[in-house]
């Protein structure tokens, strides 16, 4: 590992951050999924748990050799489509045999996740890291941000619907969402070897 650049300890210090705030989440978005009976919350608390994995990951790449940071990438992809596939298997178990979501709790936990996961998102855009690495980080935050509006829109039809299958419909999506941004993850990490090819030796 080489000695460590200003933009790579700024680096370091934003990913420490957003990984103790992704910690956070997933300890309050599971116990309130929990409590709530809710897929989609569920659903966001595991993301939240592999996007800790993937910033503790990324911490450890940064400043290492390109080979390094694209396989810390390439982790992280292939956990991002671990997760989608264990919530689309909650989701199904679900559907068969039933749940009672409580859209009030959904709605709270999604207006604190969504705050939290913009400031990591901004946070990690003001590092001004380009490589694979800190993109893939990027895409983690985003997709955070943009299932918890998916979440506060569930919540607010179980409210009104008094029905469980919008907290269902977004469970599904935010696996969509997280497989999505798996494989760009990858795809990114290959994109990125085949510019430099000297990478992987």
């Known amino acids: ?24 989440l997933f300890a309050g978005l599971g116990v309130g999924g929990v409590l709530a009976d809710s897929s989609a919350l569920i659903a966001n608390a595991a993301d939240n748990a592999s996007d800790a994995v993937v910033y503790l990951l990324s911490f450890l790449a940064v400043g290492r050799a390109l080979h390094w940071k694209q396989r810390a990438a390439r982790i992280s992809g292939v956990l991002l489509l671990v997760f989608a596939g264990g919530v689309l298997l909650d989701v199904g178990r679900r559907w068969l045999f039933g749940a009672e979501p409580f859209g009030g709790t959904m709605i709270v936990m999604a207006l604190v996740a ?28 985003f997709n955070d941000f943009a299932s918890n509006g998916g979440i506060l829109v569930a919540g607010g039809l179980v409210m009104w619907l008094k029905q469980p299958w919008p907290d269902l419909v977004v469970g599904l999506i935010v696996a969509l969402i997280a497989a999505k941004g798996g494989l760009e993850i990858l795809e990114d990490a290959r994109q990125s070897g085949e510019e430099d090819p000297g990478a992987e030796r």
């Open 1 to 24: 590992m080489t000695s460590l650049s200003p933009q790579d300890h700024a680096q370091r210090r934003t990913l420490l951050i957003v990984l103790v705030l992704n910690v956070l």
């Open 114 to 141: 969504a705050a939290i996961n913009l400031i990591c998102l901004l946070l990690i855009r003001r590092a001004q890291g380009k490589d694979v690495n800190m993109r893939a980080a990027e895409t983690f935050s």
